[in-house]
């Protein structure tokens, strides 16, 4: 069974840190590794991950994937508090439907002022 | 169309009622999915469609739970006899058939008491 862990669970930071969130995977047929941030309800999409270290970025995030290790880290510098939120990892199934995607268990962040 | 649209917001029912949720996705998205989040946890696959097929259901649900897609447009999900253990923010999202990127709604959280 796909398998999805980020870390830390929980971090707490002051406004211009920079942090890394973790996400580790375990999936059958690897196809991609996704980012949504989810503030209060809806999660809302932020990156695509498909090739080893190619890094994306968009504003003050960025993200990259290690197929090897298996991993992707995603950054955040000059945190505002406007990034507090739970940032999700997940990847789609194994086999021949994207149909589910399997969400880690979400890195929450919090931005004190 | 501005996203993918769920209701009602908030329900609150008593433990062995039967409830039932509608979202209606973006319009142009034939992939419809419903995930089920508790606090502290990431989305927890429950059940996707495409057009009006139901492609796969988790394991994990009980058979109180059932989907529809009738007319391959909006979907409902009921809960039959509902339980305290049924309390969640129950999530639906869209996407275009082998898209990765998913389209969340704000969700309907569910209160069992």
């Known amino acids: 069974e796909d398998k999805v862990v980020q870390s830390p669970l929980s971090l707490v930071v002051h406004e211009g840190d920079t942090v890394t969130l973790n996400c580790s995977y375990e999936?059958?047929?690897?196809?991609?590794l996704l980012w949504y941030k989810q503030e209060k309800k809806a999660p809302t999409f932020l990156f695509m991950l498909t090739s080893s270290g190619i890094e994306k970025k968009s504003g003050r995030l960025s993200s990259i994937l290690d197929k090897k290790e298996l991993f992707s880290i995603l950054n955040i510098t000059a945190t505002q508090t406007g990034d507090s939120a739970v940032y999700l990892c997940a990847v789609p199934g194994g086999g021949t439907s994207y149909g589910k995607l399997t969400f880690g268990q979400g890195t929450i962040l919090t931005v004190h002022p | 169309d501005t996203g993918v649209s769920q209701n009602p917001r908030h329900k609150i029912t008593k433990r062995g009622q039967n409830v039932t949720f509608r979202c209606d996705p973006i319009?142009?998205?034939?992939?419809l999915y419903w995930y089920r989040q508790t606090l502290g946890q990431g989305p927890e696959f429950l059940t996707y469609?495409?057009?009006?097929?139901?492609?796969?259901k988790s394991r994990l649900l009980s058979d109180r739970f059932s989907a529809e897609r009738p007319k391959g447009s909006f979907s409902t999900l009921e809960i039959q006899r509902t339980e305290q253990g049924d309390s969640a923010m129950y999530l639906c999202?869209?996407?275009?058939?082998?898209?990765?990127?998913?389209?969340f709604g704000s969700g309907t959280r569910l209160t069992v008491v």
């Open positions: 319009s142009e998205h034939n992939r």
């Open positions: 999936v059958t047929n690897f196809r991609s």
């Open positions: 469609f495409q057009n009006e097929a139901q492609l796969e």
């Open positions: 999202a869209s996407s275009l058939a082998g898209s990765q990127v998913f389209t």
